[in-house]
C-alpha cells in the first residue's frame, strides 16, 4: 500500500485562482517530497520539506507540514494552466508515492 | 534533463516471453529505482537499488526481478510477461544521500503484453 496518498484525486479550478492538494501518510518521516507530472512524462521534484520545517515556499508554492497529523498540504497560487498536472507526494527510505491529486486549470 | 535513459521506450511482447527493460544513468547517483504506474494505483515501487549489485523488493515485486552489475545500469526483467504487467514503467534515480535528495525520472518505457 501507498505510505502517501492524496487528496482530493481530482481538482478543477479557474485560472488564476488557488489549488491546494493534501498528503497524509502513515510512518514517521525525515522528509517529504512534492512532485509533478505531466500527461505521459515521468515525475518532476517541486520541492522538499524536512520534518523539523512547518512550512516552505518556492515560487508560487507553498508547502506544509504537520507531522503530529501526519500530513502535508501544497499550494499552488494564482494558477496557470501550465499547471494543469497530476501532483504526488513522497516519502523516503525509499520514495513511496500516493495515487496523485490530478490538477485541471480551466482557462 | 537529468541524465537517465530508458530503453526501449515501447515495447509490445507475447504471453510468457521474457523482457528487459534498461535504465541507463550518467550521473553516478547510488540509488535507482523501478516504478510501474497504472490508472488508479499511481507509482508504485517493484525494486530498487542501494548500489552494484545491492538491490531490494518494493510493494509488487513479485513476478519481477532486478540487476545493477553497474553503477550507471539497473535492468528490470520480466522472466514471463503477463498481461497484468502491461504498464508504463519509470525508472527513477537519487543519490547521494537516500530521502533527502529529489529524485529524477525517465522517460518511461510503454510495455504491452497480449
Known amino acids: 500500500s501507498q505510505q502517501g496518498e492524496e487528496d482530493p484525486q481530482a481538482l478543477s479550478i479557474q485560472e488564476g485562482e488557488n489549488a491546494t492538494m493534501n498528503c497524509s501518510y502513515k510512518t514517521s518521516i525525515n522528509n517529504l517530497q512534492w512532485y509533478r507530472q505531466n500527461s505521459g512524462r515521468g515525475l518532476v521534484h517541486l520541492i522538499l520539506i524536512r520534518s523539523n520545517e512547518r512550512e516552505k515556499h518556492s515560487g508560487r508554492l507553498r508547502v506544509t507540514l504537520d507531522t503530529s497529523k501526519k500530513s502535508s498540504s501544497l499550494l499552488i497560487t494564482a494558477s496557470r494552466a501550465a499547471d494543469t498536472a497530476s501532483y504526488f507526494c513522497?516519502?523516503?527510505?525509499?520514495?513511496?508515492f500516493g495515487k496523485g491529486t490530478r490538477l485541471h486549470i480551466l482557462p | 534533463d537529468a541524465g537517465i535513459t530508458q530503453s526501449p521506450r515501447h515495447k509490445v511482447t507475447e504471453t510468457g516471453t521474457p523482457v528487459t527493460l534498461r535504465c541507463h544513468q550518467t550521473e553516478n547517483h547510488r540509488y535507482m529505482y523501478w516504478y510501474r504506474q497504472d490508472p488508479g494505483h499511481g507509482l508504485r515501487l517493484i525494486h530498487y537499488?542501494?548500489?552494484?549489485?545491492?538491490?531490494d523488493k518494493g510493494e509488487v515485486s513479485d513476478g519481477y526481478s532486478v540487476s545493477r552489475s553497474k553503477t550507471e545500469d539497473f535492468l528490470l526483467t520480466l522472466e514471463s510477461a503477463t498481461s497484468s504487467q502491461t504498464s508504463v514503467y519509470f525508472c527513477?534515480?537519487?543519490?547521494?544521500?537516500?530521502?533527502?535528495?529529489?529524485?529524477?525520472f525517465g522517460q518511461g518505457t510503454r510495455l504491452t503484453v497480449v
Open positions: 527513477a534515480i537519487s543519490g547521494p544521500r537516500q530521502g533527502n535528495t529529489e529524485a529524477f
Open positions: 513522497a516519502t523516503a527510505h525509499p520514495q513511496i
Open positions: 537499488s542501494y548500489g552494484v549489485k545491492d538491490t
